[in-house]
């Protein structure tokens, strides 16, 4: 690697491999994964203002953590300078103008489909793709909601699922310091912001929605490939993007 630019730093190159798996996973899991709650905004509205009871389950909660992710005083769109939830919780120098620079930057996305299908996750979700475009078109729903709804239930719990399973024997930091505060702060990142966490008042996940044909075939088609692929993802897997 030539290095990366510690935007808190002096600006000089950094090459500490400990340092450079910290900056990794905070821009893997505040980058590339809230995206995943970018693009279900779309799916959700579509689902209330067609009124498509069948799958109501799937706008649980995905509004509203939208709207504090966007406009409420915990989003660093609303705030100025860097101080946000974020920043005074996990000292992450989120400003208005990064986030915005992020949000047009789709280079993580480009070239996948060059990605070979051997790689055991990348397998997996090609196929979870075909599950849910299967169920789509077989609950004859709109044939547009398929590659929406495999983002806003596989893509955003696998995702979350699979970052948990790397973070939670994570031995750094995921901060340039070193020390109990920064060991203590990566813990609850990693806890509060990271692992699957379903609420006991509302949880749908598709493994607790099988009373309703859609969610049903979904979770079954999943558990499926679990059991080929030797994973535990579709007891995760929720209706909606829940946290």
């Known amino acids: 690697s030539s290095g990366i630019n510690a935007e808190y730093g002096n600006g000089e190159e950094e090459m500490d491999k400990v340092r450079l798996i ?9 980058s590339s994964h809230t995206k995943c709650h970018l693009f279900s905004n779309w799916i959700t509205e579509y689902i209330l203002d067609e009124g498509l009871k069948d799958i109501y389950p799937s706008t649980w909660v995905s509004l509203p953590l939208h709207h504090a992710l966007m406009r409420t005083s915990d989003s660093p769109l609303q ?12 000292k992450f120098c989120t400003t208005k103008e990064s986030v915005k620079r992020e949000t047009e930057n789709m280079s993580f996305f480009e070239g996948h489909e060059h990605v070979p299908r051997t790689l055991p996750f990348l397998g997996y979700l090609h196929e979870a793709r075909d599950v849910i ?11 547009s909601l398929a590659g929406p709804m495999f983002n806003h239930t596989v893509v955003h719990s696998a995702d979350h699922v699979n970052a948990y399973s790397v973070m939670r024997s994570l031995r750094v930091t995921c901060w340039h310091r070193k020390g109990w505060r920064e060991v203590f702060r990566t813990r609850m990142f990693i806890e509060q912001l990271i692992k699957p966490i379903i609420s006991p008042l ?6 607790r929605l099988t009373h309703q044909p859609f969610y049903r075939s979904c979770y079954m088609g999943l558990r499926e ?5 030797g994973f535990d993802i579709a007891e995760s897997v929720t209706a909606s993007v829940m946290y």
């Open 22 to 30: 910290g900056y990794l996973l905070i821009y893997l899991t505040t």
């Open 79 to 90: 705030t100025e300078g860097s101080w946000n939830i974020f920043s005074a919780l996990y």
């Open 133 to 143: 475009c299967t169920c789509v078109s077989g609950a004859r729903l709109p044939a």
């Open 202 to 207: 509302l949880d749908n996940r598709l493994c």
């Open 225 to 229: 490939l679990d059991k080929k692929y």
